[in-house]
Nanobody, 119 residues
Framework: QVQLQESGPGLVNPSQTLSLTCTVSGGTIATTHSTWSWIRQPPGKGLEWMGV???????FYDRSLKSRTSISSNTSNNQFSLQLSSMTPDDTAVYYCVQGGLGLPFGSWGQGTQVTVSS
């Protein structure tokens, strides 16, 4: 079974760039037709899909976040990463890396990592 684990800072200063990494085990991010997403959940709100990267390294982003979001992958380490720039307190959320997205059903989820934006 595929397992995902997020890693990164729990606290980010306003205006800084958040960098999170998802390490995948039990599966390969380069598997043909596979896709890998980032999803977040702000406190008291629903899940928000942020973007996805596919097995070829092509990316697609939510329109509202596109200007601040970058997703990349490292097939050698079987990892994919999220960068979100110009962080504000509204970006405070639990961030999840997820198997699937972009037409494919969501499968395994990481446990989530809390990110708080505060000075």
């Amino acid at each position: 079974q595929v397992q995902l684990q997020e890693s990164g800072p729990g606290l980010v200063n306003p205006s800084q760039t958040l960098s999170l990494t998802c390490t995948v085990s039990g599966g390969t991010i380069a598997t043909t037709h596979s896709t890998w997403s980032w999803i977040r959940q702000p406190p008291g709100k629903g899940l928000e899909w942020m973007g996805v990267i596919n097995y070829r390294g092509s990316t697609f982003y939510d329109r509202s976040l596109k200007s601040r979001t970058s997703i990349s992958s490292n097939t050698s380490n079987n990892q994919f990463s999220l960068q979100l720039s110009s962080m504000t307190p509204d970006d405070t959320a639990v961030y999840y890396c997820v198997q699937g997205g972009l037409g494919l059903p969501f499968g395994s989820w990481g446990q989530g990592t809390q990110v708080t934006v505060s000075s």
